[in-house]
């Protein structure tokens, strides 16, 4: 197999809903330029195939060696694990895999990275806010670490111009629209979300269209 990616910017968290329900989703937030997902490992395939042109997708919620692996045969890029042993450490390494472990505190930060995995999936990033970013930066930490869970518009964009590689959002940015929601509401929110990521990229030198 081939090498995963890092991914980089706003992470969209795609919950587990019917495919059915995921398209239309999927196709308002590609069109609106936010392009990096992170899926449940059952929905990597066929997500893939209608949108992997336009789209760069990753595996969430995998907690063991068997779900890495399917993760990894369904297309993942990268992927964020809800738990971590030595036998997916073994894996990640031997198959260069991105794989992302979870963690709390800067002490669990340096322990995942310590594993010899790509970094920390910091879940859930609410509960210690955004300024956690600036207390990562100042460890030397923070650029391999993706926040999850409650980010919002304002946080995420505060990790990425902290030097995060990326800051994963779910129910802040898609609400209902997976229930059936509005997704001319859904539409409107990204242009938060996109602002944010834009905003971190002028912060740190960078280019962003």
């Given at each position: 197999?081939?090498?995963?990616?890092?991914p980089?910017?706003?992470?969209?968290?795609?919950?587990?809903?019917?495919?059915?329900?995921?398209?239309?989703?999927?196709?308002v937030?590609?069109?609106?330029r936010?392009?990096v997902?992170a899926?449940?490992?059952?929905?990597?395939?066929?997500?893939?195939?209608?949108?992997g042109?336009?789209?760069?997708?990753?595996?969430?919620?995998?907690?063991?060696?068997?779900?890495?692996?399917?993760?990894?045969?369904?297309?993942?890029?990268?992927?964020?694990?809800?738990?971590v042993?030595?036998e997916?450490?073994?894996?990640?390494?031997?198959?260069?895999?991105?794989?992302?472990?979870?963690?709390?505190?800067?002490?669990?930060?340096?322990?995942?990275?310590?594993?010899?995995?790509?970094?920390a999936?910091l879940?859930?990033?609410?509960?210690?806010g955004?300024?956690m970013?600036?207390?990562?930066?100042?460890?030397?930490?923070?650029?391999?670490?993706?926040?999850?869970?409650?980010?919002?518009a304002f946080?995420?964009?505060?990790?990425?111009?902290?030097?995060?590689?990326?800051?994963?959002?779910?129910?802040?940015?898609l609400?209902?629209?997976?229930?059936?929601?509005?997704?001319?509401?859904?539409?409107?929110?990204?242009?938060?979300?996109?602002?944010?990521?834009?905003?971190?990229?002028?912060?740190?030198?960078?280019?962003?269209d």
């Open positions: 197999m081939s090498p995963m990616s890092v980089s910017g706003i992470i969209v968290r795609l919950p587990a809903a019917d495919l059915e329900d995921l398209v239309g989703i999927v196709e937030l590609v069109q609106e936010l392009t997902f899926a449940p490992e059952a929905l990597l395939d066929p997500l893939r195939q209608m949108f042109a336009r789209a760069l997708f990753g595996a969430h919620s995998v907690a063991d060696a068997d779900g890495l692996r399917a993760a990894r045969a369904g297309g993942a890029e990268f992927v964020l694990a809800d738990a042993d030595d997916m450490v073994r894996i990640a390494a031997d198959e260069a895999s991105t794989l992302f472990a979870p963690a709390l505190t800067p002490t669990e930060v340096r322990r995942v990275l310590e594993l010899g995995v790509a970094g999936m879940w859930p990033a609410d509960i210690v955004h300024v970013a600036g207390h990562l930066a100042r460890a030397g930490l923070v650029e391999r670490v993706v926040p999850s869970g409650g980010v919002g946080a995420a964009g505060e990790w990425l111009k902290h030097g995060a590689p990326a800051a994963c959002v779910d129910d802040t940015l609400g209902d629209a997976a229930s059936g929601g509005d997704l001319g509401q859904l539409r409107s929110r990204c242009a938060s979300f996109r602002k944010a990521m834009q905003q971190a990229v002028a912060h740190r030198g960078g280019v962003e």
